[in-house]
């Protein structure tokens, strides 16, 4: 259940299996990011952020990386569970503007 | 604490008539978004408040749509005329103010035919 690198609109994984959603940013002067879930029906809901100053930040089953030369960022879910299943967005934020630009979003399938 | 409320949460209109969207923020949130979200799409940004004032309308289609924040707490977007491609989830966040996390609220689903 991996997309290394590629982002893709769609991933689907076994449940149990670990998933990793990628997304690339547009401005390298962005300074902060946030992974967002969208369950159906609902707004986005914060999952996890990380600043420009740091490469890893691990949450609960949760870990964002950056790499800032290739502006790209990954979510890595470890035991995905059917829970999970939703879209995930990534959002760039410049804080000095205090405005945020979304990504397209991965849709996740858990599989039982 | 309670979250965003938004309503109505569905909308059903023809083209070229006008609807409002009403959004209360989570209390003591100084900033104000509101955001489309069209089907398969990530939100994008019409309009920023910071309290009553606007920080950024840039993505506001100014012909047709308006947005207001009057005593710096609720808000409310309007369209006036819809158009077809004005379907979309219109959703509503706010943060603390300097704060980058949003909270959003349920959005209100709006379908013009």
């Known amino acids: 259940g991996e997309s290394v690198g590629l982002h893709l609109p769609t991933l689907s994984v076994q449940e149990g299996d670990n998933s990793i959603i990628n997304c690339a940013y547009s401005?390298?002067?962005?300074?902060?990011f946030i992974w967002y879930k969208q369950e159906s029906g609902k707004g986005p809901q914060f999952i996890i952020d990380?600043?420009?100053?740091?490469d890893k930040r691990q949450g609960q089953r949760v870990t964002v990386l950056l790499n800032k030369t290739v502006k790209h960022l990954s979510l890595q879910i470890a035991a995905t569970q059917p829970g999970d299943s939703a879209v995930y967005f990534c959002?760039?934020?410049?804080?000095?503007?205090?405005?945020?630009?979304f990504g397209d979003g991965t849709t996740l399938t858990v599989k039982p | 604490e309670a979250g965003v409320a938004q309503s109505p949460r569905y909308k059903i209109i023809e083209k070229r008539q006008s609807v409002a969207f009403w959004c209360n923020p989570i209390?003591?949130?100084?900033?104000l978004y509101w955001y489309q979200q069209i089907l398969g799409q990530g939100p994008k940004l019409l309009i920023q408040?910071?309290?009553?004032?606007?920080?950024?309308d840039s993505q506001l289609p100014k012909d047709r749509f308006s947005a207001e924040r009057l005593k710096g707490v609720d808000s409310t977007l309007k369209i006036q005329p819809a158009k077809l491609e004005d379907s979309a989830v219109y959703l509503c966040?706010?943060?603390?103010?300097?704060?980058?996390?949003?909270?959003f609220g349920p959005g209100t689903r709006l379908t013009v035919l």
């Open positions: 966040a706010s943060s603390l103010e300097g704060m980058n996390e949003q909270f």
């Open positions: 959002a760039e934020t410049l804080t000095n503007a205090g405005k945020s630009t």
């Open positions: 990380i600043r420009s100053n740091m």
């Open positions: 401005n390298s002067a962005s300074d902060y």
């Open positions: 408040f910071q309290n009553n004032g606007v920080v950024d």
């Open positions: 209390s003591g949130h100084a900033t």
